[in-house]
């Protein structure tokens, strides 16, 4: 899946200059070792399930099977890696400081109607 989805980003980010990473952060065996989702039987049809059954066995699990608030918690702390904290509260004090101007300007509006 991590594979296929690089070549998609990859084939609609090219004409960018795209040079896009991805990185794998759900539904890792350690995730899986930690977390004991449900196992599903690997679907030996699939074109790729020898290498597959050689590297985990005949064993599949489902990023849908591990606790909402686990995903919500994995998720935030990924993105919060690439967020500049000083920058986010200054430009979310400039964005208050706008939303006050723009709420004093409607209601003086409403006042005149």
């Known amino acids: 899946m991590t594979r296929d989805l690089q070549e ?19 539904l890792t065996m350690e995730q899986i070792d930690d977390q004991k989702p449900p196992p599903n039987p690997a679907k030996t049809t699939d074109a790729r399930f020898a290498s597959y059954a050689r590297e985990y066995g005949d064993e599949s699990w489902e990023l849908d099977a591990l606790k909402p608030q686990y995903l919500d918690r994995l998720v935030r702390s990924q993105i919060n890696k690439w967020v500049d904290k000083t920058l986010w509260r200054k430009r979310t004090k400039e964005i208050e400081e706008l939303r006050v101007k723009i709420t004093k300007v409607a209601d003086e509006f409403e006042g005149d109607a």
Not at 15 to 23: A, I, M, R, Y
């Open 8 to 26: 998609r980003i990859q084939l609609f980010t090219d004409e960018f200059g795209g040079d896009v990473g991805l990185t794998r952060i759900a």
